[in-house]
């Protein structure tokens, strides 16, 4: 992106690549690495908990039930989030505060969320913890919501490729970065949710205060929103434009879900099915590795999707290569055969990430109810598929039947993006 575009430019530009035309003002650079500080810190709360933090913990307050009482936590913040961010995405687009309506609700997205996250780890039973995780959860649906909108709200679509890869590099730069803290850095239970709680509460503040929401804009939706309300029915999109956008939804909670299926219980495949000693520093290796894989997937997805606007095509790859990713883990369990399957999911799923918010934002049936269109969306992609598989797979059979049941699963998700015909 180059600093001298201006809005006549890049809608010709969009309308060259197969874009409609679209006036926004092309953002900068400095917006882009902004909003990625803010996801930064949107997936270190969110990932991190999912991924280790929550594994760890269960680990400590039950080992007995360790496995039971983890997927019960992971299952209740879904749940909360499932019930939350449709309710939370209906308050978002009808407020109209003076500092904007998407940066208010993320900034207090962002406390919510971190101050009971910083005590998690000091709690000694498992239904203190679910309560403030609770709390956490809520925090969580503020910020996804209001960060979500903003691509809809701000970014030209020639450039929301961009703006999804700023979404999802983040979160596996989080996911490193934090799994490095706690189990290098921070490695006591109590400070690690402490510290994690403060990086994410101070990584956004550069982005939230230092650029403004384009009030106007807000305002004029808001005015959309009062007339919608004495007349509900007068300018409302037919059913059938909520079609592409239901399957949109349907790909990307099956690919997420999948996803998790095979990535939450990774700590316990690697000691328990392949007995490592070290499991905890093979996780991060294994993390180090994803990490590379995704980065570099992400950033090209980001720019082959906005250049090509090959929406649909790429979200299959990247959900055959992370089937393939499990697989590898179901039918050959070993430590290379685990590395293999890192660089393939790390691929797959930054390929993905770069891809997938794009394709959700070109999909949007009226611009009047954004927050609470994606609000649903994300709802649903927390609904708790993947801790069910998980708990009922390891309880009835064993390692091998859970990664091949999350292959399946994403590979339903790659299949399902084929149905939306209004984007390529």
């Known amino acids: 992106m180059t600093h001298d575009l201006t809005p006549a430019t890049l809608a010709a530009e969009a309308a060259g690549r197969g874009f409609s035309a679209d006036a926004r003002t092309p953002l900068s650079r400095w917006w882009f690495i902004g909003f990625g500080g803010a996801w930064f810190a949107f997936w270190l709360l969110m990932m991190l908990p999912g991924q280790y933090l929550i594994v760890k913990l269960a680990s400590i307050l039950d080992p007995a039930e360790k496995v039971g009482v983890g997927s019960f936590l992971i299952a ?50 498992w239904q203190s913890a679910a309560v403030l995780l609770g709390v956490v959860a809520l925090g969580q649906s503020a910020v996804l919501v209001s960060l979500s909108a903003m691509i809809a709200d701000q970014v030209p679509i020639a450039q929301r490729g961009r703006a999804s890869a700023a979404m999802g590099i983040p979160q596996v730069i989080a996911l490193a970065g934090g799994m490095l803290i706690v189990t290098e850095l921070v490695t006591d239970v109590a400070w690690s949710w402490a510290v994690i709680a403060m990086i994410a509460l101070a990584a956004p503040l550069p982005f939230l205060l230092g650029f403004r929401e384009p ?146 934002t070109d999909v949007l049936p009226d611009e009047r109810t954004r927050a609470r269109d994606l609000g649903i969306v994300n709802a649903i992609q927390h609904l708790p598929i993947a801790p069910l598989i998980g708990w009922a797979a390891l309880a009835a059979a064993g390692f091998s039947e859970l990664y091949v049941a999350a292959a399946v699963v994403i590979l339903l998700g790659g299949l399902a993006v084929f149905r939306v015909r209004s984007v390529r």
């Open 215 to 360: 009030v106007a804009r807000a305002r004029a939706e808001t005015d959309g929103h009062e007339a919608a309300l004495t007349a509900p029915r007068r300018g409302r999109p037919p059913l059938a434009a909520y079609r592409d956008f239901g399957w949109v939804t349907v790909s990307r909670v099956l690919v997420n879900a999948g996803n998790l299926v095979g990535t939450t219980y990774l700590l316990f495949f690697l000691s328990d099915a392949l007995g490592l000693p070290d499991a905890e520093g093979a996780l991060m290796s294994l993390i180090l590795v994803y990490l590379v894989a995704s980065g570099l997937a992400s950033w090209a997805g980001g720019r082959l999707t906005d250049r090509f606007r090959s929406r649909r095509v790429l979200v299959a790859i990247s959900a055959g290569l992370q089937a393939a990713a499990a697989l590898v883990l179901a039918f050959v369990p070993s430590w290379p055969a685990s590395i293999v399957a890192a660089v393939l999911l790390g691929l797959g799923y930054g390929l993905f990430l770069a891809v997938d918010q794009a394709l959700l």
């Open 76 to 125: 209740e913040t879904g749940v909360v989030v499932l019930l939350a961010v449709p309710v939370i995405g209906w308050l978002c687009d009808r407020s109209n505060p003076r500092f904007g309506r998407r940066r208010s609700w993320a900034l207090g997205g962002f406390v919510v969320a971190s101050v009971p996250f910083a005590l998690v780890g000091a709690q000694v039973s």
